[in-house]
């Protein structure tokens, strides 16, 4: 007989929170979120309690919260609303992004464990930072020039387009953790859906506004709204 869990999801209104939630749900265990946002409209209504969470570092956690979908998102804007985009020295780092419904099934599977355990959430393709944003590219049929820039200048000019979207659109760390190959590990795929695939389906609404994470933590009242 399966056993019938009560189970914590930090952030569970959120993006990859939300899809780990509704896996669980599904599968019957009893949810509860800790949340920094108790007054965000609940999608779950009675079925999931929340209570609250205290983030006493905030800047640390947006680096460790902030989902690949919205760099997905976020790089399909750049191409979209600016008239060149650059990438970080030779753009020959890797990355294997996974769809979040491939991580939040992992994650369901994961629960009935009895032991602490790491796993890679990688997908199934591995693309250089310079393959991502030219197939994103060639996905929403936009052209635009793809420059080597170096860290320090990509850097600042992030900051100058975090002011127009309200952002912080990258962090030095972040920059170097991205250029150091972090986001690519050797390993078997957890996911299965293809990136390109799920691009392809969603091309027409992909980068049509900028995802900031900044502002959905600002704003603890309004529905999370993903691209």
Same mark, same amino acid.
């Given at each position: ?73 976020? &790089? ?21 992004? &996974? ?19 790491? &796993? ?49 659109? &990258? ?57």
């Amino acid at each position: 007989m399966r056993r019938i869990m009560r189970i914590a999801v930090t952030g569970a209104f959120g993006y990859s929170g939300r899809y780990i939630t509704e896996r669980l749900l599904q599968s019957g265990h009893e949810v509860i979120t800790l949340t920094n946002a108790l007054n965000r409209p609940n999608p779950f209504g009675a079925k999931v309690t929340a209570f609250p969470f205290h983030f006493n570092a905030p800047g640390k956690l947006r680096g460790t919260l902030q989902d690949v979908h919205a760099l997905i998102n976020n &790089i399909a804007w750049s191409l979209r609303h600016l008239p060149v985009v650059g990438v970080f020295g030779d753009g020959d780092y890797r990355l294997q992004p &996974i769809y979040v419904g491939d991580l939040a099934q992992a994650a369901a599977q994961k629960v009935s464990g009895n032991q602490n355990e790491v &796993i890679e959430a990688i997908g199934p393709e591995t693309f250089t930072y310079t393959e991502l944003v030219a197939m994103i590219s060639r996905a929403l049929g936009v052209k635009r020039p793809i420059l080597s820039v170096s860290p320090s200048v990509g850097y600042w000019v992030c900051r100058l387009i975090g002011f127009w979207v309200n952002d912080v659109v &990258i962090t030095r760390e972040e920059i170097q953790g991205l250029m150091e190959g972090r986001l690519c590990v050797d390993a078997p795929p957890l996911g299965v859906t293809q990136l390109t695939d799920w691009i392809e389906r969603h091309r027409d609404t992909l980068g049509r506004r900028y995802t900031s994470e900044m502002s959905r933590r600002v704003d603890r009242l309004s529905k999370y709204q993903s691209n």
